[in-house]
């Protein structure tokens, strides 16, 4: 009689948490019907071309994210998966970049010459990995979902299987990642260990670790240390940055502009549940060094983007730079309010990002873009594409009334109110060295005379693309309420609000 | 809304309105671009004129004003309006811009659409800086403008124009940027203090007591923040250096909308902000910033001297008369603040009028050096008699609009600083002798070959330059109604900035009435005072630190 009753009850407890779950079940199951049975068998029945999964892809991404948003909240797989409003808010950010990155793979950018069924279908797996990362609320979930997401990703940095750059960029990343997730799983060990081998549960730990004895201490302090390396390996923050540069470059433009964003909101949703969940009752522990790694971060990022010459990598060092900026969101003593600021920033960014690399993509497409000196006279050659071009690097830079400059404006606030004055004033001197450099290209564009040859129209599709993102930069500002409105829904539900946690903070 | 203020807002977003509609005109049209762009202005101007008589100059209040809540969970509001002191540099940035656009028919000669479009969004924003009432509006509009201006000089300019265009951009943004913390701070006590939210410049101005209740650290850090903002913008030595490299480089519109209206943003902001907010860190602070003003004029001066570059020199001569300004400004009495303010009117009028005097020779000749002219009064009448009405405008020959104001202001700061003021004197002495050498040695002398074919201003150019006389004579005639307006305004904030004012002067006039009459034992304890008891008072209250602790 056990094993009727043990099935049914298992049948019971999947089909009440599977509904936590089905955006990423519909990722993962389209990802392995495109990869096998449709790819191989009804593809060349259908004569259809291959990177016609573009669009199908897309429609897959969309169902997701309105299921995803649909999704009711609630604790689900032995309390290690949870939706809530902060989950929802990290995916619908994950999938809104993974729809721009698929955008942004079309042939007539130009950007890939291969497209196959398994490009899309590793992004669906990745994507669904990351929405995996934003619920976790377990140290072992967060592991998986993170593995899940990274082991795509190395593949998709790698694809440009036939360039050296490619290569060097694929090995590079998976080396180093793998390397940074064992860093990440040690720290998670030492934790186990600490609060004495019983949960890996966020909550839990919490309340583990603000009673954990004295002799314990070194175990809690730098497994806590190492979970902090391994995640600021993920997000790219000084001094773990060394890798993105390169894989910037190596990988795929459309690519980078995806791994600038759905992989950094992911991480930064994880950073918020372990930080503002799990650790926040050793606050005081982690608040140094992740004050320095911030600081360094913007500095860094910003000081080292001044001599790039390859827009790539100019992108990917302004890139570190805005992660520094979000990193003073996870210090904020609310961790509700870090996030909602964080979630904000993100999507705000999302915008300028991608239509930056849409830019980029367009010019590479017509074998340009790579350095910055190709811009030169953009603003005669293509007047929209060079306007908006400028509309993304002011609102990268921060200056209003483009929308970079809002989510700044509700960071910085935030930074300030947590008392953080010393990193504000640090963010924003460093947000003015941004824009040195980000006006280096807007000098390129408008001051210098234009290469000789002839100008090419723009494909509908791209002007569509660039001039659509460009006009959601331009004026978003001014949907500031809307926009606040909607972080506001940034918030992890009433029961588990860290408010019980501070009292402990003082130990 | 009320009228007034649809006209108000109508005025300040015309250029930018006209500037997207000539988005749609084809490159070629040359001409339209000229003459739509000085219609747009001109319209602009003359829908803000009505605003000089609907203002109610009884009354320091902000007026014209209109408020519409933008993101309420902040206290964000898109709130506008203007006081006296907005409304006069309001106007003459309304003034200015059709004169800017009208000077640039000859010497904008490729690229003109974006150049009258960038011309049209910089004149929305230097107006939406002076009608904003929220601090996140008004940092948005002092933001903006950076962008325009970049691109005036970037494209425009000089030989130097890509170095000058971002010197002036990245000194600029620096100084904002801490502003902008500065504002985080005040907001964050003023929620501490009494639970709201709100961006209004009003709010912000009435945290003044609470801010005096603070650390001597915070107020002095406050004070330095918007300090630093607002003297880059001025600009004070020594944050002076952007300053001659983007009026060399700029082209002439661009100097003209510089030294006219720019620079005094930065005044501006010390009189809205600095002053009002921060009052007890000021006075803290008052010895170094008089050292600076000071500095700056006698160093600007000296340096404008030995210039070989007429535009350089002009430049030169904007530090020194804007420290004049701040001298006004810091001797926080009513004669020195309202002098400041005149005199940035003037300023607005003089040192354009030169700069577009530089720029018709410029035009000419392609040369700027003052070695290169001589002797041109014989073959340039005309422009020979109104550049001297400019140079005399603005070295404060009586009758003339510079000499009200600098009087006044010396006024003010010898009632304050006697010393300061003394030393003060010698910057427009030798505002005089440089000014006055450059145009002997343009104007006087044997003339060369070149030179004398040099043709005389032609109707656009003398058409340009005639607002700019009038209102300098007439200024100096009867400047009563632009001191007037300001009568209230400045009363109101000198009362922010030392509330004691105006008792003590009371005080002292009532013992001079008691002295008169010969009652002297009525009023025993004070009884001894000079008649001067309001300009002696006012430097104890300066010199109590911290004095609202």
Redesign the interface.
Known sequence: MLAPSFATGLWEALSHDLQYIWPQMLLMVSGLLMLWPLDSWLLPWTKAEKHKWAIPTMAILLVSLLISLYTPNGLGFSAMYKVDGLTKGFQALCILASIFAVMLSQKVLGALFEHTAEYYALILFATSGMLFMCGAVDLVTIYFSIELMALCIYILVAYLRNQERGIEAGMKYFLLGAFSSGILLYGISLLFAATGGITTNLTELNQKLAVVSQDKNLLVYSGALMVLVGLCFKVAAVPFHMWSPDVYDGAPTPITAWLATAPKAASLAVFLRIFGTGFHGIFNEWEAPLMVIAGATMILGNVAAIKQQSMKRLLAYSSIAHVGYMLLGVLSRDAQSGAQAIWLYMLLYLFMNTGAFAVVIYLQGKNEGERIEDFSGM?KRHPVLAFSMLVFL?SLAG???FIG?FGK??L??LA??QGY?TL??IA??T??VS??YY?EVV?QM??KEPAEGEVEPMDSYSKFLISATCAVVLIGTAF??QL?KWT?DIRWFEKETPAVILEFSNN | MSGSAQLMLLATFLPLLGGLGLLFVPNEKREVFQKASVAILAASFLLSVPLWFLYDRGSAAVQFSYSVSWMPSLGVKFSVGMDGISLLLWLLTTFTGPIAALCSWGNITERWKEYYIWLLVLQTSLLGVFIAQDMLLFYIFWEVMLVPMYFLIGIWGGPQKLYAAIKLFLYTLSGSVLMMVAIFAIYYLQHKTNNAYDFSIESFQAMAPVIAQQTKAFQVLLALAFFLAFAIKVPMFPFHTWLPDAHVQAPTAGSVILAGIMLKMGTYGFVRFLLPIVPDGTKLLMPYFLALALIGVIYGALVAMIQKDMKKLVAYSSVSHLGLCMLGIFALNPWGLKGAMFQMLNHGISTPGLFLAVGIVYERRHTRQIADYGGLSKTMPIYATIFMLMTMSSIGLPLLNGFIGEATILMGTFQTWPWVAVLATSGIILGAAYMLWMFQRVMFGPISDVNAKMEDLNFREIAYFSPLIIMAVWIGLYPKPFMDIMDKPVRKLVLQVQPDFYKAEALAARQAEAAKVGMRGMEAPAAHEPEAAPVEHAPETLAAPGGGQ
Do not use: H, N, Q, R
Request: glycine share 6%.
């Open positions: 603003g002011l200056i209003p009334p400059f404006f509700y910085f606030l300030v109110e004055t504000v004033v924003l001197l947000s003015a824009a040195f006006l000098k408008y001051f500031g309420p606040l506001d």
